[in-house]
């Protein structure tokens, strides 16, 4: 049972254009969601996150809207670089488990042509 | 410089064979956690430990096993027992805070049958 699911397997989008990369959740105990980029070879990093009390959080570039109504988040990249290539993961946490113990979702590969 | 550290990076296992891979961190976290990824899966988790000498059970531990002697160290070993090892195995590690789920993700070591 997938609780964790990215629907997009991939995504290609021109540099300088917007990037959208959306996540859905079937489980309501689910109250933190992260996104973490990977790089081939390379373990995970982590990018950005929200807690369930936001609706949108920012950095840089880098935006996560969630939706607790239709149990749904997105990252957005704005402008989207080269450099974003890279297969980026959605992950929630249930409130009340331990930490670290993160469902993830099963990736979207990101591809930025210049 | 801090990191994790993830060995070897590409490890073959002949039937009937257990083999370990090896997870240090000088990131002076106290929990430590291994995941698995499958193509087309997102990161699974098999064992995690908060505390020296101390791990649990993940969503799918069976055939694999851990130890905690150290802070810094928390070897996996996939044992005979574990049917279908071929995958991709990330070791984690993150600080102790209420509110704070990142993880920071080793490497990884690509673990494939013979």
């Known amino acids: 049972d997938q609780q964790v699911k990215q629907n997009s397997p991939s995504l290609s989008v021109q540099e300088g254009r917007i990037s959208i990369l959306n996540c859905d959740y079937t489980?309501?105990?689910?109250?933190?969601f992260l996104w973490y980029k990977k790089y081939p070879a390379e373990g995970p990093t982590f990018l950005i996150s929200?807690?369930?009390?936001?609706d949108k959080n920012e950095d840089g570039r880098f935006t996560v809207f969630l939706n607790k109504s239709a149990k749904h988040l997105s990252l957005h990249i704005v402008p989207s670089q080269p450099g974003d290539s890279a297969v980026y993961f959605c992950?929630?946490?249930?409130?009340?488990?331990?930490?670290?113990?993160?469902?993830f979702g099963q990736g979207t590969i990101l591809t930025v042509h210049p | 410089d801090g990191g994790i550290t993830q060995s070897p990076k590409y490890l073959f296992r002949k039937e009937g064979q257990n083999v370990t891979l090896s997870c240090e961190q000088n990131?002076?976290?106290?929990?430590m956690y291994w995941y698995r990824q499958d193509p087309g899966q997102g990161l699974r988790l098999i064992y995690y430990?908060?505390?020296?000498?101390?791990?649990q059970k993940g969503d799918i531990a069976e055939g694999y096993s851990v130890s905690r002697e150290k802070k810094e160290s928390f070897p996996l070993t996939v044992t005979s027992a574990q049917k279908n090892p071929t995958a991709f195995y990330l070791c984690?590690?993150?600080?102790?805070?209420?509110?704070?789920?990142?993880?920071?993700f080793g490497s990884g070591t690509q673990l494939s049958v013979l």
């Open positions: 984690a590690s993150s600080v102790e805070q209420a509110t704070n789920e990142k993880l920071f």
């Open positions: 489980n309501s105990m689910f109250d933190y």
């Open positions: 929200i807690s369930s009390i936001k």
């Open positions: 992950a929630a946490k249930a409130g009340g488990t331990s930490y670290g113990k993160l469902t």
């Open positions: 990131l002076n976290h106290d929990a």
């Open positions: 430990s908060q505390i020296v000498n101390d791990f």
